[in-house]
């Protein structure tokens, strides 16, 4: 059969492999042709199954803070902060992943440092802003709203919630731990 694949009796289409791996519904005939039977009504559950799960997924995803770029610190280098004291973003192609995030780096040099000691350069409280934690509000870090003390790293959810972090952070740092501790439990 040449041309486009046609409805065969009993309802198979035949289609060669890589075009039902990429979701094609017709394809030029192929030495590597199957047979497969359509059924409307188990495709159209299935699309609807698919879309209810990436719907409750992104929620829960919007729910918990998590951004799903797969990305660490919107690609931003942690190293730069200790290291050039400053917010620099990574390089695309100096890069690694650990755990389950891609880490970007301004050199090889804040890899290697990273590589060899993580945890030192790791967001605290998960790169939750610790000033939304008194409040018991799970928000987001930014990168760019950023402070280091005693040689720890934390993230702002805005200027303004740095300004209060660095204005109060004897009363703030230990509130949000405590209310972090308490989220880890749960």
Known sequence: MRGPSRLREGGFHRLPVWAI???????????HMIAI??????????????????LFGAAKAQADGVRSTGVALMGYDSVAYF??????????????????LVWHFAS????????ANPRAFVPQFGGLC??????GETV???????????GKLYFAQSADALHRLNSD???????AAGTFRRMQRN
Do not use: C, M, Y
């Not at 090889?108 to 590589?115: D, G, H």
């Open 83 to 100: 290291h050039q004291n400053e917010a620099r973003p990574g390089a695309g192609n100096i890069a690694l992943r650990w755990r389950g």
């Open 108 to 115: 090889p040099e804040n890899r290697a440092a990273f590589e």
């Open 21 to 31: 791996l990429r979701g094609k519904e017709t394809a030029e005939s192929s030495p």
């Open 169 to 175: 952070a004897e009363r703030i740092l230990p509130e």
């Open 37 to 54: 039977r359509r059924h409307p009504t188990r495709d159209w559950i299935g699309v609807s199954v698919a879309v209810l799960i990436a």
């Open 130 to 135: 610790p000033e939304a934690l008194t409040r």
């Open 140 to 150: 987001p870090g930014d990168p760019r709203h950023w402070t280091i003390r005693d």
